[in-house]
Nanobody, 121 residues
Framework: QVQLVDTGGGLVQAGGSLRLSCAAS???????MGWFRQAPGKEREFVAQ????????LYADSVKGRFTISRENGKNTVYLQMNSLNPEDTAVYYC???????????????WGHGTQVTVSS
């Protein structure tokens, strides 16, 4: 069993920055960790993912160049640095863990409870 605790959300003005954190416990290694978000009335969407070593990352086009996903060396702790935020980034952000998930596709096994990010115009 893996527990994910995602934190760091809040209210920020357009153009501002936030840093989300996700701490995973209960497992020694998680192959892929990712961030997703869900805005009101919309489906959950992929934001970014990072490999077990932290050497590979992938971003949604909508956040590329503004968001950075990183992973603490040797730990199942992942961060999402969000810069140049705009109101369209307003959503609940969820951390996800894919224990043995291949890089290119597959389901995530565990999810955090989510942290609210609100960007005011």
């Amino acid at each position: 069993q893996v527990q994910l605790v995602d934190t760091g959300g809040g209210l920020v003005q357009a153009g501002g920055s936030l840093r989300l954190s996700c701490a995973a416990s209960g497992r020694t290694f998680i192959n892929v960790m990712g961030w997703f978000r869900q805005a009101p009335g919309k489906e959950r969407e992929f934001v970014a993912q990072i490999s077990g070593s932290g050497g590979s990352t992938l971003y949604a086009d909508s956040v590329k160049g503004r968001f950075t996903i990183s992973r603490e060396n040797g730990k199942n702790t992942v961060y999402l640095q969000m810069n140049s935020l705009n109101p369209e980034d307003t959503a609940v952000y969820y951390c996800a863990a894919g224990i043995a998930r291949p890089w290119t596709k597959g389901d995530y096994d565990y999810w955090g409870h989510g942290t609210q990010v609100t960007v005011s115009s």
